[in-house]
Every structure is written in structure tokens, then in C-alpha cells.
């Protein structure tokens, strides 16, 4: 007896069929995508705001693609569905498909020439016009797609006219004509012109091989490929197993699977981010090797007198509290006699798991130390990880001659990329110091008043500024806070772009009410006349080819100002705005920014080395003769070779005997790459000794 196959049986055979058809491994929603997908990756070799690397463009390139790809063929889907139902049949013809992609051709195209682009538009706006551009170019590449033929034909044709799509979209990009924006051709009219050839204002340039270029385009659409015809088989599948079990249209069903697809992997890119996050929390908790010995004096944090726990402090914490600058050093830079030991106090994260517990005790700290009795008083906003630029505070120390105090609470361990959602904390504990500096000083006769400062740089400027939120001009001053220098503020900061307001970046801006100014680059800040620049009381200093102040979620859906026809020093020029991959190149470059060699103060990305110090003088004035400056200059300059070196000889020490060789092999090639020469262990610790003799006879102790 026979028996007769049920309905999910034949199911099941159909699609065991399907799968062994090599016919049906590419649908129509699948090279629709693989021809978007082409469109998109032509977009992602134009250049940015800084240089890129080989794996820096295989992972634009990479990221944008397979995203490109999720979309289009989504979109694709969706088309299909449509013409299914205006056909009335389950696998519409061409006609119909043809039919339904012209016509949101025609309503993207419109929408997008009818929405053109505006400086501070709106976000609807914004939102609208990527509506129409994206539906436009997903409907071309749908349309493209079904001219290919069906499925015995089309996969051919569809890989020939992805390719065409790549070339030609790289060929619009004209980018023989692109440059980033770190690339500055030297102007001879330019009153600050720089004789030589044109050069990059970077810490690292990098470069792409063309070969290797060319196998990462290759690369990537082999994978495109191959993602385009497993996926199609697994979309008809599911599709079809859906249509029997909830009823309906395959075709429904398919759109349903490629949107659901493009979720999962949204997905896992948000669970890889918050592993790299995870990985990335280690790096700043532990005190370093060769930094377990807490401070002696007692104007620093750590010391017995402090009565706090040197090992709860982090890797940043200890850095900036062991480093405090001697006063027999100030005395031999700056030519002095009298100078004091600079106060430097800091409440790390882990000295206190309650914010205001942390406050507390870092104003205790400011208490014991008599820190607002010296003349000067500055407070410190750190990076993410809870880093404190050193050059901004030993140029404050070297000018004050040491009768100042510098101080910094944490609020993260994490590099500012990975810090943004504790922000709020910062501000907060920001906000309560300042309150308890205020009223101490409220309480003070005006005449025995210290000068107060703030100093923000990345991430640690957007929590210092904002506690100005909502307060225009009249924030800093009412604070009693007489002078600011923040640099690179990141471009999620409200109170900056309160201030900016609805100016043009193609214009060069003035100085403010109340002595704020927000240069667009430090052209503009160099540009000044002297009667200008003492007028500035409070500075938001950015390179122009710096990315944290240009980087943001709305680089995903909206063309940036600095994008736009007129673009000032530091932006990419002859390049255009691309979804998606802009937002990636801008993180890329952010990761990028801040690559310095020890010794070597750099100006470019998110690095202010080289302008920091005339900068935070000529703000907070604090003058120097130009001997003194250059004098401070050298002497910084050599302090962070030398702590950079011991400190990485000091963890490779640490290691266990089986590994110390490797590790001192490679401290010592590192080392020679800092200065351009051979240099062994014995030039290694001669090298620290001209800076930081005591750490020299250490190293020689350890050794």
C-alpha cells in the first residue's frame, strides 16, 4: 500500500529539491543587494578627516558593504512583495517588478531633489531627504536586478552589473581630486606658512598598499557573494516553512526574513562592541609596575598624610600623582629660586563607589593640602580613562613656579569611546566640586582668592562644559571660575553648540560675550591679533582635522556642516557624505586621532601637544619669556620620553623569567623608534636618567 504524503512532507520535499538546484541560489532580493552592496563599497575608498590603513579600509569597507547589503536587499523584498500583490501572482514577472520599482524610483528622486541640503536643517529634514535617496537607490539597483533575467541567467549578470556599480560609483567619487583633511597644502600668503613640501597634520600618517587594496575590493565581494547566495537559500527556505505554518504569501514572509536578518546582525555588531568594551575595562584599573611606591610629599594624594589606600588608585591616577614636577626643576627651567611643590590631588574611581562619597573626599583632600591658599587653582577634567594631560598641568606648574594646586576626580577607566554613558556621572561629580570650591571660596577674604581654572580635553571637556548647560555665557563667570582652556570637545556637548548657535562654519568666528571663544580650527585661534587674543577668557581649542568634536550618531542619517560646499582647514576635500560609511571612517579616524611618539609633540587629529602650552599661557595669563617657554618645552619633552620608558621597562621586568627577553626586545626596539637611533639598555636607562634620575636608579636596582 502507498501512502499518501502529507502536506508538511511535501513541504519538506520541496525544499530538500530547492536546495539541490543550483538555479535557485540567488533570487532577485539577492542581487539586488549584491548591486547596492557594489554601489556602497565604491563610496568607501574616498579619503576622510585623517590617513588610513589597510585594515582600517577593509573594515570601512567590510562594515559598509555587508550593511549595504542587509538594506538593499530588505528593501528589494519588499519590492517584490509589492508587485506580488499588484500582480495577484506569487513570483510577479519583470513588468510588474519593473513597474513598482520606477514608480519609488521616481518618489525617492523627488523627494530628494525637492529636500536639498541646509546648514542646522532640521531632523526631519535630514531624515527625509536619506528617505528619498535611499528608496531611489535601492529601486535602481531592484530595477537592475530583474533586467538581469531570471534565476538561470540573472546570478551571472547580476555579479557583472555589481561590478559595473562598484567602478562606477568609485569613478563619481572623482578621487584623484579627494584629500583628507589632515593633509594641509602650505599657502605662501598664509601669514603662518610653513616652508617645504605640503605635509600632514597627524601623529601617524598612514597609507593603503594598491595591491592590497585591490584584494580587499576582491575580497570583499567574493564574501558579499557567497553571504548573497547563502542567505537567498536560507530566505526562500524559511519563507516557505513560514507560508505553510502561519499561512499567507511566501513572498511576505521572504521580506519579514531579510528585515529580521538585518536585526540579528545589528545585534551581534552591539554585542561584539560591548565585548571589545568589557576587554577594554582591564586596561586602566591596576596600579603599573614600578609605580607601587605612593608619593612622599604631602601636597600629593597618596601620600601617609593622605590616609588613602595608594593601590586603589588606577593606572591614570598613579601616573599623574607620581609625576609631579620637583620644585628644584621648576627652579632650574624657569631660572628661579623660590619655587614650591606643586599640590596635585585626585579621587580615583576606585577609592569610593558613591559619587558623592568620591567628592568628598577629593575636597577633603583639597582641604589637607591647602590647596586654595596657593595663588593659583586649577581643576582638571579627565579623559575617559581618567587621564590628565600632563602638559597642560606641568606648563601650569613650570609658570606658577609651583605655587599652585592642580585637581581631577574619575568617573570611568574606559577609553572616551567606550565612557559616553557615564558622562552624566562626570558632570554630576564636576558640578558638586565645583559647588564645594565655590563656597569655600565665598568664605575666603577676595584679596586671599587663588585664580581659578578649568581644563578639559576629549571626553573630560564634555563633562566639565556641561554643567554649563542652558547657562549661555554666564556659566563660567558665575562659577567664579576666571579662566578655561578645553580642547577637543567632543561634538555631543550641548553647551558648545548652545554657544555656536545657528553661525556658519564657512564663517571665521569672533570673540564672544564674556571672553568665550569657539575657534572652528587653531588657524583661527593663530589668526587672532594680540588685542584679540587677550580678550579670550574662556578657549574651546580643535584641530580641524580632530574627529571626537566631529563625531556622532548623526554622521549615520546626516550630512555634516563640515561637509558641506565651503569647508574649513582640516575637513576632507572634494568628498562627499556617504551613509553609514561616513559615520565608520569618523570612528575609524577617531580611534587614529591620538598615536603620539614619546618626545615628539605633534599637532593634528586629537593631538595639542605642540600648541598646548602657549596656548594654556597666553588663556589663563600665565606669561613666560620665549626662553622659559622653550626651556619647559625641551624639559617636558624629555619627561615623557623618560616616563614613558620607565614605566614600559618596568612591565617588562615584571614579567616571568621565561618571558622577560622578549619583552625587553621589544621595549628596546620601541624605544629606538622614539629616537631614530640604536638603543640598548644601558642608552635606555641614560635616556631616563636625563629626566627622572630617581627612576633611572631604580631601573638599575631592578635590573
Not at 159 to 172: E, I, K, R
Not at 471 to 496: C, E, F, H, N, Q
Amino acid at each position: 500500500m502507498t501512502s499518501t504524503p502529507t502536506p508538511d512532507a511535501l513541504e519538506l520535499q520541496a525544499l530538500a529539491l530547492e536546495a539541490r538546484d543550483p538555479q535557485r541560489g540567488m533570487d532577485h532580493p539577492a542581487r539586488t543587494g549584491l548591486i547596492g552592496a557594489g554601489i556602497a563599497l565604491g563610496r568607501t575608498f574616498q579619503p576622510n578627516l585623517l590617513t588610513r590603513g589597510t585594515t582600517d579600509q577593509a573594515v570601512i569597507s567590510g562594515v559598509t558593504t555587508a550593511f549595504a547589503y542587509g538594506v538593499y536587499s530588505s528593501a528589494d523584498a519588499i519590492v517584490d512583495s509589492l508587485a506580488a500583490r499588484i500582480s495577484g501572482q506569487d513570483h510577479p514577472g519583470p513588468n510588474s517588478r519593473l513597474i513598482v520599482a520606477g514608480v519609488l524610483a521616481a518618489l525617492g528622486a523627488g523627494t530628494f531633489a525637492g529636500f536639498k541640503w541646509r546648514e542646522h536643517e532640521s531632523r526631519p529634514r535630514a531624515a527625509v531627504r536619506l528617505a528619498g535617496r535611499s528608496i531611489a537607490v535601492a529601486a535602481i539597483s531592484s530595477a537592475a536586478s530583474t533586467l538581469t533575467g531570471e534565476r538561470r541567467s540573472g546570478r551571472r549578470w547580476g555579479l557583472a552589473v555589481a561590478g559595473a556599480a562598484t567602478a562606477a560609483s568609485w569613478a563619481s567619487m572623482t578621487p584623484w581630486r579627494a584629500a583628507p583633511g589632515s593633509l594641509i597644502r602650505q599657502d605662501e600668503s598664509d601669514e603662518h606658512h610653513t616652508p617645504g613640501q605640503d605635509r600632514f597634520f597627524e601623529d601617524s600618517v598612514r597609507e593603503i598598499a594598491p595591491v592590497k587594496m585591490a584584494a580587499i575590493g576582491a575580497g570583499i565581494a567574493a564574501a558579499t557573494y557567497g553571504v548573497a547566495r547563502a542567505e537567498s537559500l536560507l530566505t526562500h527556505g524559511m519563507a516557505r516553512l513560514a507560508s505553510a505554518s502561519l499561512g499567507g504569501k511566501p513572498e511576505d514572509h521572504r521580506a519579514l526574513g531579510r528585515i529580521t536578518a538585518l536585526g540579528v546582525s545589528a545585534g551581534a555588531a552591539y554585542l561584539a562592541l560591548n565585548r571589545v568594551s568589557g576587554m577594554l575595562t582591564k586596561g586602566g584599573e591596576a596600579v603599573e609596575p614600578g609605580m607601587e611606591e605612593p608619593p612622599s610629599s604631602p601636597e600629593i594624594t597618596g601620600c601617609a598624610e593622605s590616609g588613602l589606600a595608594w593601590m586603589k588608585q588606577t593606572r591614570e591616577g598613579a601616573r599623574w600623582l607620581t609625576s609631579a614636577i620637583e620644585p628644584a626643576t621648576i627652579d632650574s627651567v624657569m631660572g628661579t629660586s623660590k619655587a614650591k611643590q606643586p599640590v596635585r590631588v585626585y579621587a580615583s574611581l576606585d577609592i569610593a563607589e558613591d559619587p558623592h562619597e568620591r567628592v568628598a573626599i577629593l575636597l577633603r583632600e583639597i582641604d589637607r593640602t591647602k590647596a586654595l591658599q596657593r595663588g593659583h587653582f586649577a581643576l582638571f577634567s579627565p579623559t575617559g580613562s581618567g587621564y590628565v594631560n600632563y602638559v597642560a598641568t606641568e606648563t601650569f606648574e613650570f609658570l606658577t613656579g609651583g605655587d599652585c594646586a592642580s585637581a581631577a576626580i574619575q568617573y570611568s577607566v574606559l577609553p572616551s569611546s567606550f565612557s559616553l554613558g557615564n558622562v552624566s556621572t562626570g558632570v554630576d561629580q564636576t558640578r558638586m566640586v565645583i559647588d564645594g570650591i565655590t563656597e569655600r571660596l565665598l568664605a575666603m577674604d577676595p584679596s586671599e582668592r587663588p585664580r581659578f581654572y578649568l581644563f578639559g580635553e576629549s571626553l573630560g571637556s564634555q563633562v566639565s562644559e556641561g554643567m554649563f548647560e542652558g547657562t549661555w555665557t554666564y556659566g563660567p563667570p558665575g562659577a567664579k571660575v576666571d579662566y578655561a582652556l578645553w580642547i577637543g570637545t567632543p561634538s555631543a556637548t550641548k553647551w558648545r553648540k548652545q554657544l555656536w548657535g545657528d553661525r556658519s562654519i564657512t564663517e571665521v568666528p569672533d570673540v564672544g560675550p564674556d571672553g568665550i571663544y569657539l575657534p572652528r580650527t587653531i588657524r583661527d585661534w593663530l589668526n587672532l591679533s594680540d588685542d584679540e587674543r587677550t580678550q579670550v577668557r574662556y578657549l574651546l581649542l580643535q584641530n580641524g582635522d580632530d574627529p571626537i568634536p566631529k563625531f556622532g550618531s548623526q554622521l549615520l542619517w546626516r550630512r555634516p556642516d563640515w561637509l558641506g560646499p565651503e569647508r574649513p582647514v582640516g575637513a576632507p576635500q572634494h568628498t562627499h557624505w556617504v551613509p553609514g560609511a561616513t559615520f565608520l571612517m569618523t570612528f575609524i579616524d577617531m580611534l587614529n586621532a591620538l598615536t603620539p611618539v614619546p618626545g615628539v609633540f605633534a599637532q593634528g587629529g586629537h593631538d595639542y601637544r605642540e600648541i598646548l602650552p602657549s596656548a594654556l599661557s597666553q588663556t589663563w595669563r600665565l606669561p613666560a619669556s620665549d626662553e622659559q617657554m622653550d626651556a619647559m618645552d625641551r624639559v617636558m619633552r624629555e619627561r615623557e620620553l623618560a616616563w614613558e620608558l620607565y614605566r614600559a621597562w618596568s612591565a617588562a621586568l615584571a614579567e616571568e623569567p621565561g618571558k622577560q627577553a622578549a619583552a625587553r626586545a621589544k621595549v628596546l626596539a620601541k624605544a629606538s623608534q622614539y629616537v631614530e637611533s640604536d638603543v640598548d639598555e644601558a642608552r635606555l636607562i641614560e635616556l631616563v636618567e636625563r629626566a627622572l634620575p630617581r627612576r633611572a636608579a631604580a631601573l638599575r636596582a631592578m635590573a
